[in-house]
Structures are given as C-alpha cells and as structure tokens.
C-alpha cells in the first residue's frame, strides 16, 4: 500500500524535460521515495521470488522491530562488509541523482537503511548493518556517482551513447534509472564539471600474488592477482571544492577468495597550508575512508574519517617529485577478526578504533613509481569478544617502466595483529606476508 | 561475488571511458542566486534540556529494559553551505532509578555521546533534519551493602554513538531562536560488568524530546 502512494507522490517530482540544468533542482520527496520503492523491490524479489521467510515481515515484525531496537546480527564479513555498503550506495544515489548535494544526500542513505532494517526484515534491526551501509554507502555512492558521471557524456549520441550509459549502470544504477525516467539516455547537453576530473592516474594490473597459508588445507602458495589503482583529482594540487573532488580507490582480485582488497578515501575538506602556486605544497585534509581486506588468513575493514597533511616536493624540472602524507584517524566502526571472535555464527568482532598511517611515494606526473606506507589501527570490540586489536600494515611497492604505458610492478606487504583479551584469554598475535608481482599499464592525466 | 567482479568489470570500463572522453565541456549554466539564509549563520550555538526514554537492549536479553530520565545537550557548529551545518553535540542522560533487571531499580545509568553532528535545512523554514556520529559512554552504578558500609560499584563501557532526529528554530530576535528538538541517540557500549553480573553487547537507544535555545 505505501509503494503505490510514494509512487504517485514521486511522479510529481519527475523532470522529463530532458533538459540538463546545472546545478539540477533538488527533488528530496523523490529521493527518499525512491529508498522506499528499492527497499520493496528487495524484500518482494526476497519474499516471492526466493521464498524468504525473513522477508516476509508485517505490521507485526514492525512493531516488533521498532519496540526492541538494535541488536548486532551474525552475518558473513562479506555481507557486512562490502554487500551492504554496495546496498548503501544506492540509497545515497537516490539523493545524488535526484539533485541534491553530497551532505544532503546522507539522511537519505541512512533514512534507506533504518527503513531497511525495521521494516525490510523480520530479524531486528542490526546496528552494524545500520553503520555500514550508511556511511560506507556514501563513500561507494559519492565515488560511484563521480565514475559514473566520468563514464556518460551527455554530449555523444548513437550506439557509443547508449553503451556508456549502460556502463555506468552497475556502478550507479539509481542514476541510470533517473537518467531513463527523464529521457536523458539520448538527450544531449552540458556534462557536470565531475565528467571530466582535470587530473586522473588509472593504473591496472594482473600478475601473480605469492604467499604463505592462502589456503589452509593445501600447499599452494601463489595465485593469480588483479589489481585496479585510481586516483581522482590531485591531493595537493586541487584547491578543495566539494566533498569527493579528490578520491582514490584501490581494488584486488584473486583467482582464489576472489575480492581481496578494496579501499576507498575520498576528500571531504581541504585547505592549503601554504602558497598553492608554490613548487612545494602542503595540504590538510579531511578524509572519509572504506577499507575491506579478506583472506583466508585475515579479514579486517571498517568506516573512518581521518585528518592528515598531504604535502608534495617537486625534484627538478621533469615532473619528478616526492609525495607524503601523514594521517591519524577515527575507525566509525570496524570488524576484524581473531581467534575467540564473534558472536553465534559470526566469526569477527565490530567495534570503533583509531589509528594512523604514513606514507612516501616517488612519483613522475602525479604517477608513483616507488612507495613505502604503513598503518596501525587500534579496534576497541563493542560487539563479541572482550577484546582489544592491534591491526598493523606496511609495505614496500616499486613500478618500472618497460614501454610506454606499460611497467612491471613488485609489492612486499606484511599484515600484523595483536589481540589481547579482556576475560582472560591469552593474547594473541600473528604476522601475514606477501608479495606481488604485476604487469601493470598506467594512464596518467595531470596538469591538463 | 559475480557482483564484485561485475562491479570491477565495469570501473574498467569506466577507465576505458576516461581515456576517451571528451574535452572539459564549459557550457554550464550560470549557478541560482538566492537570498540570505534565514537560519544559523557563521559560528552558532545551543543548549538545552528535555525528556529522555532509554532502552536498553544486549546480545542475551530477550526484551528491552526501558527508563526514563533527563537529558541535556551542548551543541555548536558552523556552516557548510546555505542549507547545511556542521558541528560538535555534547549529549547526557541521567536515570537513578534504572534497573537490568525487572523490579530493580537500584542502578543509576548515566549514557553520554560525543559526536559530530550535521544538521540540514531541507527549505527555507526553520525545519532541519540531524545525524551525526561520535564516542559514546555509558555507566551504570550499583549500591552495595558490604558489612553494614553501603558503597557504589560502577561499571564503565565506552563504544560508539549515532545521533539522528530532527528539529525546528523558531526565531524570537535576530541572533536569537527557541528550537524544538526529537532525537534519537544509539550508543553501542560493548559489555557492562556489574557485581555479580555480566551483560554482553550492550545498545542503549535514548529517545529524546528537548527545548533548546539558541545563539545564530
């Protein structure tokens, strides 16, 4: 019965002038509606295609839910950590699409989520589902919209048209859908100023990862690796703007365990400490980050904002340079896990932190072609063990060049963790190497 | 996991576009010009006290335990944009007469939440909406009796805290607003130690209803 109604009270928000105005007008009725219609597509796909019991929830299970409140639930790390954040993404897309700002679109991922896990579901309201698919849904969704963006230009026409809206679709479905509602998959005009990032570094890779105990029951010590850099907007050389005009994002593929890594941060301020037409720059920044690491010998990730310096010291006339940063940080919430860990079916703890990294890069254009960083992070468990853990990361990454474009990168991280337990138990701690090696190609875009 | 490799598939092809996409196109239209806004502007702030209901809930319980207490708030902040604010919120509530368990109404419970708060006026009403996130406290003290000497034991828990609710500022001078607030506070306090008792995973949830006033 409330689908229909927010339909009809959408309707009235829908543009079809197929027009592009910029900045486009702020439709929130149809944003949070659009939460709403998502929320019961899910649970009616859960409840009638897949014959989902937990879907099938009612005036009942509402009043239930609302009456007990949160609890924390016994999903997978996956599910809870890249799954929901991905739902997230959508929910604050529904904002950005819709006309409205980065800040803006916020309630609407977490009014999408709360409605999610009251009404969605018969289980209760889980709190950590709450937390990750909110802010690690506005970090995916804001990246998400700027790629997509990047990906549609409202100036082609034809098939290319058509084959890059439908590019941009499973990165930003929501926007692609809004684009379809209001004719805009084949009506040209302006493109938003994010179509075109001034400066860009996209480097892709594939290779062989080698390691000790990536699977537990066999010898195997090497897999196939993929690996995706992107960095949007220049740290230090791009006045601040909006929230996400700077963002980087890393992602790993395996050929076992399949995702291994994916870490987003994108700038939410930033303010120049010196000259910003100086050959030396210093920047302080605020950034909002997305972590996910799994093997099979570590899961840890979480939601955090972090507030660091980005500084960078040209070398000569070439475009050499030397970029640091140096970044302290609070984890929103985390998940990690350890021996003892968990809660029922869950096998890792949830819980804030704080921590910090630093890192030294060499770099040609913007490019990094040596990097060394490292990271510790304090999780203080809230959910599970009594449990404090000390997760720390470093690494060394070189990249050569052999042709134009193309390079041969060699990577060495260690992974540390340190548990200590509250109730008694012993501590515990264990270390995690490897290494990399990769064919990678780097297209790089700075100083246009 | 097909989904991450779709997804992964597609920032490809996303690169792919990058590389080929089109120079910077200029032709925006010029941004809207509006008025004054009508609310908060530059450094602002806020106090206020009100009503507040816990709930109490932890990985064992199989209800909530439920109390009333007073709350107080500190809020202050600056802003983002027009319609966007941001801030600190300093948020307590007091209950002595709280209990874990049913008919005892021993403990005193203290929950508190420091957070970063960002406010959003979605019109040009004094209408806005609240979220934020930060450190959470919670403490809850116990009177014990031993041998005749009647002493408190407090278990501590610290964790992270939620806020989100929303409010109206009802200008009575230029610099000055009442403001109506209802809020809700989500503090995950992890586990609360009390004699003789252990209570996993504690979530304490405090709704609140609150006058405040503010300096804009």
């Not at chain 1, 609302?66 to 929901?84: Q, V």
């Amino acid at each position: 019965m409330m689908a229909p109604v927010v339909a009809v009270l959408m309707l009235l928000q829908v543009d079809s002038t197929k027009q592009f105005p910029y900045p486009p007008p702020a439709r929130p009725l149809l944003a949070f509606g659009e939460t709403i219609l998502i929320n019961t597509l899910v649970n009616r796909v859960d409840a009638w295609g897949f014959q989902q019991d937990w879907a099938r929830s009612g005036t009942r299970a509402w009043a239930r839910n609302l009456r007990l409140g949160w609890e924390w639930d016994e999903d997978a790390f996956f599910t809870n950590m890249f799954s929901h954040p991905y739902h997230g993404a959508l929910y604050f897309n529904s904002g950005r699409s819709n006309g409205m700002g980065y800040f803006e679109s916020v309630p609407v991922a977490f009014f999408g989520s709360w409605s999610w896990e009251n009404f969605g579901e018969t289980y209760r309201p889980s709190l950590n589902d709450w937390f990750m698919t909110s802010f690690g849904g506005i970090t995916l969704g804001e990246m998400f919209h700027r790629v997509g963006a990047t990906i549609r230009d409202n100036n082609a026409g034809g098939g290319t048209r058509i084959l890059r809206e439908i590019a941009a679709l499973p990165i930003d479905p929501i926007g692609g859908f809004n684009r379809l509602l209001r004719g805009q998959w084949s009506a040209k005009g302006p493109n938003p100023p994010e179509h075109a990032p001034a400066d860009y570094v996209l480097r892709l890779g594939g290779g062989l990862r080698f390691a000790k105990q990536f699977i537990h029951d066999s010898s195997a010590t090497s897999m196939g690796t993929f690996l995706l850099d992107l960095l949007y907007g220049d740290q230090v050389g791009q006045a601040y703007k909006a929230p996400f005009d700077v963002f980087n994002v890393r992602v790993l593929l395996s050929t076992y365990g399949g995702l291994n890594a994916l870490r987003a941060s994108g700038r939410l301020y930033g303010k120049n400490l010196n000259s910003p037409t100086g050959r030396n720059r210093h920047m302080l920044a605020v950034n909002q980050r997305y972590d996910f690491y799994k093997n099979p010998a570590q899961s840890v990730g979480g939601q955090s904002i972090e507030i660091g310096i980005n500084s960078r010291w040209l070398i000569g006339s070439k475009g050499f340079g030397i970029r640091t940063a140096l970044f302290g940080d609070g984890i929103l919430l985390g998940a990690i896990d350890a021996p003892g860990t968990g809660l029922g079916d869950r096998t890792y703890d949830f819980g804030p932190g704080a921590g910090a990294r630093w890192e030294l890069a060499l770099e040609k254009h913007g490019a990094r072609f040596l990097r060394v960083f490292s990271q510790l992070e304090y999780i203080h468990a809230v959910s599970g063990a009594s449990a404090d853990h000390l997760v720390d990361f470093g690494g060394i990454e070189a990249a050569i060049p052999i042709a134009r474009g193309l390079g041969l990168s060699a990577s060495s991280t260690i992974f540390g963790r340190t548990s200590r337990y509250t109730d008694g138990r012993t501590r515990d701690a264990r270390e995690f190497p490897e290494a990399r090696l990769l064919l990678v190609w780097t297209k790089v875009g700075f100083g246009k | 996991m097909r989904l991450a490799l779709c997804l992964v598939g597609l920032l490809l092809m996303g690169a792919g576009s990058i590389t080929a996409q089109q120079p910077p196109d200029t032709t925006v239209a010029p941004p809207v010009r509006r008025g004054p806004r009508p609310h908060r502007n530059g450094l602002w702030g806020e106090f206020g006290f009100g009503a507040g209901q816990v709930r109490v809930g932890c990985s064992d319980c199989e209800n909530v335990i439920v109390a009333n207490g007073a709350t107080s708030y500190v809020r202050i902040g600056s802003t983002v944009s027009d319609n966007v604010l941001i801030g600190f919120e300093f948020f307590s509530l007091l209950d002595q007469a709280f209990g874990f368990a049913t008919g005892d109404t021993t403990t005193t419970a203290e929950t508190g939440t420091a957070a970063i708060i960002i406010m959003w006026y979605p019109g040009r009403h004094g209408l806005f909406i609240k979220g934020g996130v930060g450190a959470a406290y919670g403490s809850f003290s116990v009177p014990t009796d031993s041998g005749g000497v009647v002493r408190a034991d407090t278990s501590t828990g610290g964790g992270v805290g939620l806020t989100f609710g929303l409010g109206w500022d009802l200008p009575i001078s230029r610099k000055f607003a009442l403001t109506g607030n209802l809020s809700g506070f989500v503090t995950a306090l992890g586990d609360v130690v009390l004699p003789g008792r252990r209570v996993d995973d504690v979530i304490a949830t405090v709704y609140q209803a609150s006058i405040g006033f503010t300096i804009r």
